[in-house]
């Protein structure tokens, strides 16, 4: 096996929200010079399948990965699941799950768009839109930009999507552990201190969550992050300890959508990585 | 903003909802500045949410001497709890302070200081882009009451119209100048205070590199004032203080009685910011000059200056020597006297050169006053030490 020096555990591709297929990821990985990485869709196992079916055996090592949107009573969570069998029930049925949650929230969606506003797309569009793994706000917001209600993404987001107010359903986060560790795979939280992407969440609440997660089987936490800075990084090398996870580490990386770089994610030189990243490798390596 | 600096505002809310648009127009811009310094100009941004932070780091990778201005506490907050103070620069909005109606109660080389309300006071600083020597007096500060030394730290920088000030809390503070003033019974006190406290600065050893060499500054100012004199006395004036030796004991450096400061019961020693080490010699010249020296052409200089005549003047200066000393010989207090003499003039002439004294009637007889006096006293002397 390879000796593994740069590695990059949390990627999109065009499964969910990212621009890239799955093979224009591994070509790109190979091409930066990643040893290891893991393609991580919200709420879908598809691209990793599509990367293991186009594997040589030269090719950078690789991990099936997964992030899930959760929600429950006490906030919105990411959470990452690694090397779980992408063939077995549990994982795909957590997938099921947040995909008829997701179909429920676009369908309403259209629905309100029409309704209210009188944004209309030819049927074709729609089922190319609903036969997508991971359709939400973005895919929507473009097609209002290509059918000329809107000017930007953006607009169409903040402006018509977002004016529906619903409670939507979500996997609850002790659904989503279950289901990868049920899988054979190793849940993590994703880039804990910034919650499901866009809150802060530090010092004790941090600690509360981490208490709540871990008593459902969370194993890790993503500490190694593009958008982290030194010190958000110590806090989540710190609670590894308390909680004795394993740590990770990984980009976000979502091709043109964010000008996120693969391999960014702040990992030091080999020789500074702490135990419980090499814990994590020697646990999903053979 | 100087030519290779751009400043680029950061406006209302930055969070998911337009984190990529923002995130691309920031990015135009940096790319039409290529090569130029980066200020984010955080006035009038309202929030920030991770989206934001996580631009802004991605945005430092390119551009690693990209700072932030003027952050509200609350935009500050959000940098101090996610690190970003401690791998950027950050520098908070300055809260506007007026000083107008407000009381004098100091003045030294750099500032001057006022009393804002009972128990605050705020020095204003001379040089408009001050924020450096803002720095470089809360460090000396500290490092002086570290040293044991007790004094005021400032808690706040604010902004006083074109300048900056830092704030002290002073409470129920009265100067020394003050009490002389308004209490001449008081001047024996005073004095025992006074030479109290400049003891216990001259005492403290302070570890090497922490502050500037006052010989250094001394040998700058006989560097200038040595082409005002005679020759022979220009270059022996070098050498006198070429010849002190190297000393690690704390000086002031503008110590005098509206540096003092009784609050409570307890003295304070304020304006920190021309603390050095060196020989007593060069803090008994400043001395010197704060009370005579200064005065001695025009004797109402001390009365508008510290409030107090120059009679007053001359003896708190004269008893101030002698309790210094502990040693009441005449003979002796003369000749630390005249050695402190030396260094005063030797900056006064500068000083007053540089300020144009050479152009008016006044300024001129009062340089040759004391051009005739410091020609005299370095024919007398063959050390400035004692």
């Known amino acids: 096996m390879r000796d593994i020096e740069l590695i990059d555990l949390h990627m999109h591709s065009v499964v969910s929200d990212g621009t890239d297929t799955p093979e224009e990821i591994l070509s790109k990985v190979k091409s930066c010079g990643i040893d290891m990485f893991s393609v991580t869709d919200h709420d879908a196992v598809a691209g990793c399948c599509t990367v293991l079916g186009n594997l040589a055996p030269d090719d950078p090592a690789f991990i099936t990965g997964v992030e899930f949107s959760c929600k429950d009573d006490h906030g919105k969570y990411h959470i990452l699941g690694y090397n779980y069998d992408p063939d077995a029930q549990p994982i795909n049925d957590v997938v099921a799950l947040g995909h008829g949650y997701r179909m429920r929230k676009v369908n309403a969606r259209l629905d309100f768009l029409k309704e209210n506003f009188g944004f209309d797309f030819p049927k074709e569009e729609i089922d190319a839109l609903l036969a997508l793994q991971n359709p939400g706000k973005p895919h929507i917001g473009n097609l209002m930009v290509k059918y000329g209600y809107v000017s930007s993404k953006e607009d169409a987001i903040n402006n018509y999507i977002n004016k529906l107010h619903f409670k939507s359903d979500y996997v609850r986060p002790e659904e989503a552990i279950t289901g990868i560790l049920e899988s054979g795979g190793i849940p993590v939280l994703a880039h804990p201190s910034y919650g499901s992407g866009d809150q802060l969440i530090l010092g004790d609440e941090m600690d509360a969550r981490l208490q709540r997660l871990t008593g459902f089987g969370l194993q890790g936490v993503e ?62 390596i053979p | 903003m100087t030519d290779n600096t751009i400043t680029i505002p950061l406006q209302g809310r930055i969070s998911s909802d337009n984190a990529a648009s923002v995130e691309q127009e920031l990015t135009d811009r940096l790319a039409e500045n290529e090569g130029a310094g980066i200020i984010f100009d955080a006035s009038s941004l309202e929030y920030i949410s991770s989206a934001g932070l996580r631009i802004i780091l991605r945005l430092k990778k390119n551009h690693p001497d990209l700072k932030i201005i003027n952050a509200s506490p609350e935009i500050y907050d959000i940098f101090e709890m996610t690190g970003f103070t401690e791998m950027m620069t950050v520098e908070r909005a300055y809260r506007e302070v007026s000083i ?34 803002i720095k470089h007096e809360r460090e000396v500060a500290k490092l002086a009451l570290i040293l044991g030394i007790p004094t005021a730290i400032s808690y706040d920088v604010v902004k006083v119209g074109n300048s900056y000030g830092s704030v002290y809390e002073l409470l129920n503070a009265r100067s020394f100048s003050k009490i002389l003033a308004g209490d001449p019974d008081k001047l024996d006190w ?116 510290q409030g107090f005549d120059q009679q007053t003047a001359n003896t708190f200066w004269k008893k101030t020597l002698a309790m210094y000393l502990e040693d009441g010989s005449e003979e002796r207090i003369r000749e630390v006297e005249d050695k402190a003499r030396i260094i005063g003039y030797t900056r006064l002439i500068r000083r007053s050169v540089r300020r144009g004294g050479l152009e008016s009637e006044a300024g001129r007889a009062e340089i040759d006053l004391w051009k005739g006096e410091l020609n005299e006293l370095l024919a007398s002397y063959d050390t400035l030490l004692f």
């Open chain 2, 190 to 305: 005073c004095v025992k205070e006074f030479v109290d406290m400049l003891r216990k600065i001259h005492s403290t050893v302070v570890p090497e590199g922490k502050l500037p060499d006052m010989k250094e500054t001394a040998i700058k100012w006989a560097g200038f004032t040595k082409d005002y004199l005679p020759d022979a006395a220009g270059t022996k004036l070098l050498d006198l203080i070429n010849a002190v030796p190297h000393d690690d004991h704390m000086i002031h450096g503008d110590y005098h009685t509206k540096n003092l400061e009784l609050q409570n019961d307890e003295v304070l020693l304020i304006d920190m910011d021309t603390l050095a080490v060196g020989h007593p010699i060069f803090e008994l010249g400043s001395i010197y000059n704060a009370f005579i020296g200064f005065s001695e052409y025009d004797e109402e200089h001390i009365l508008k200056f």
């Open chain 2, 100 to 133: 107008e109606g407000c009381e004098e109660i100091g003045r030294g080389a750099n500032g001057t200081i006022y009393r804002i309300d009972k128990d605050n006071v705020v020095k204003v600083f001379n040089n408009p882009d001050a924020l450096e020597d």
């Open chain 1, 223 to 284: 500490a190694f992050y593009s958008g982290f800075t030194p010190k958000l990084c110590k806090q989540m090398l710190d609670f590894a300890d308390k909680y004795d996870l394993y740590v990770t580490a990984g980009s976000d990386y979502h091709g043109k959508n964010k000008l996120i770089e693969l391999g960014d994610n702040n990992l030091p030189d080999k020789s500074d990585w702490p135990d419980r990243l090499t814990a994590f490798l020697n646990a999903v």
